[in-house]
């Protein structure tokens, strides 16, 4: 069995209430750090991990931490991004729902560490049940001493609260997040300057992900040499992935980085295989916003070596032969399934989520979602599969966050490896206006709450 360091308690009943998750270990790591840790040597553990952001991005979180600013006199925060609206990923409502005391506890050590007295949770705002998990788990460790005023005894303040998300994608992205935090419409900011010099009121803000927080309590526990030496290379630690799609065990899973991702897709103690004894056509390994890989590229490289779940086997060859981990949001898709359909479908999202600051965002999804609507439902030519290629391509790196590329992305991927599939739309109109193309189903498969 693989190693866990998140969900290890996940089925002992009643692990979201403070008692049981404290029966478990649970706040050792708080008073690991209040005892006997600087904030600069919990800074400094965290380097030793070598764990990186679980948000998408996976930038080296110690490295991020210790880029915060320290003007004398001014407050810093700590912000906890649990905005989670990427189609396909789910993996942080889980965590949140199941071992909300894992987030509290990391929220705690991770603030510690950036002397931050004050910190938020921003829960994306549809999660209702997620945050009143939250609110009771943090007035169960705040009864408990873990929060509030001088802190076990040890002069350390941190008050920590939860605060309902602005209703968009948008949102997730760090600086729009800060914007919708103090208040504001939820537009990104032009960066320079970085969160970590003026965020949150203009003050030194990390903007963490609610895995890579809930990850610093292993990795005090046990030390950040330990956790470095599960993975490979530069992927250490376990992720949390989300599978959704023609799968038979869809769920969440934490694995250990490095696992190849046959073993993942295909063994039942992950994935399970493919729906249905269907055939693989094609992975999106990260979330909608990553390129889209052919079944030829899932389980091995273009070099020829076994693909792993690691940032750098996921990305090998560019955006030509690889894909990238992003959120964690494994999107499995049949023989069955219609690319050029499903592509549509993110573009959708995509074009209803721009914020409308950059032209070619705003302009340019729209654009390409009436032509991949023309093409898939059969009014399309060939020409304009070029227009496609064409307006993604001027979208990519033209707009001030990220939101651009992650719409262009699996437009391009999609006609880099599908060519063929968007030119049979052309050909054959009639079967592609009336054929029933299947649209794999990436939502969160099945949710009980605690
Ligand atoms: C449009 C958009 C949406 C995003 N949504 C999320 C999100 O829901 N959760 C998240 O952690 N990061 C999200 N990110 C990434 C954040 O901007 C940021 O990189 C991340 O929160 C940093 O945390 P990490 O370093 O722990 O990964 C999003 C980025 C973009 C461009």
Redesign the pocket.
């Known amino acids: 069995m693989a190693r866990k360091l998140l969900l290890t308690h996940i089925d002992v009943p009643g692990i979201a209430t403070y008692d049981v998750y404290r029966q478990k270990g649970g706040y050792r790591a708080v008073e690991k750090v209040l005892n006997g840790m600087t904030p600069d040597e919990v800074v400094e553990e965290v380097k030793k991990s070598g764990l ?8 080296p ?1 110690g490295m ?1 931490w210790s880029f915060l600013a320290k003007p004398e006199g001014v407050a810093r925060y700590l912000v906890c ?6 189609p396909g ?1 789910f993996k ?1 409502r889980y965590l949140m729902t199941k071992i909300p005391h894992a987030l509290i506890e990391g929220m705690i050590v991770s603030s510690y560490a950036l002397g931050a007295h004050t910190s938020y949770i921003y829960v ?1 705002g549809e999660m209702m049940p997620q945050i009143r998990i939250l609110e009771k788990a943090i007035a169960e460790a705040k009864a408990a001493g873990f929060l509030g005023k001088n802190i076990l005894g040890k002069g350390y303040d941190l008050e920590i609260y939860v605060q309902p998300g602005g209703g968009a ?9 800060l914007e919708s935090l103090e208040g504001k419409r939820g537009n ?1 900011r032009i960066k320079p300057p970085f969160p970590a010099v003026s965020g949150l009121y203009g003050c030194p803000t990390v ?7 809930a990850s610093t309590v292993p990795i005090i526990n046990d030390g950040g040499e330990e956790y470095a030496k599960i993975g490979i290379e530069r992927s250490t630690g376990t992720k949390l992935i989300s599978v959704s799609g023609n799968i038979v065990n869809p769920g969440v899973y934490e694995i250990e980085l490095g696992l190849p991702v046959e073993e993942f897709l295909y063994s039942d103690e992950y994935c399970g295989g493919i729906a249905n004894g269907k055939r693989l056509k094609a992975l999106v390994a990260g979330g909608s ?1 990553v390129p889209i890989i052919p079944a030829n590229l899932v389980s091995t490289t273009a070099k020829g070596d076994a693909r792993l779940m690691t940032y750098e086997s996921l990305a090998d060859g560019g955006f030509q032969t690889g894909t990238m981990m992003g ?1 964690g949001g494994f999107i499995v898709f049949d023989e069955d399934q219609c690319v050029v359909r499903n592509t549509w479908n993110f573009t959708r999202f995509y074009h209803h ?1 721009s914020c409308g600051q950059c032209s070619p965002c705003r302009e340019g999804t729209g654009w390409m979602e009436k032509v991949l609507h023309n093409i898939e439902s059969g009014h399309g030519s060939m020409e304009e599969i070029d227009l496609l290629w064409d307006i993604q391509s001027k979208i990519e790196g033209n707009t001030i ?3 651009g ?2 719409a262009a992305w699996p437009v391009a991927a999609a006609i880099r490896h599908f060519r063929d599939e968007f030119e049979w739309h052309v050909k054959h109109p009639q079967e592609a206006q009336t054929r029933n193309f299947g649209l794999a189903h990436y939502a969160e498969p099945r949710m009980p709450l605690v």
Do not use: Q
């Open positions: 990186r952001g679980r948000g998408g991005a996976g930038f979180t991020k991004n649990a905005d989670e609206s990427e990923t942080d994306r994608y948008i949102c997730g992205e760090e600086t729009a997040l990104p903007v963490n992900n609610v895995e890579s927080i916003s959120s989520e966050c990220p939101l590329d992650a």
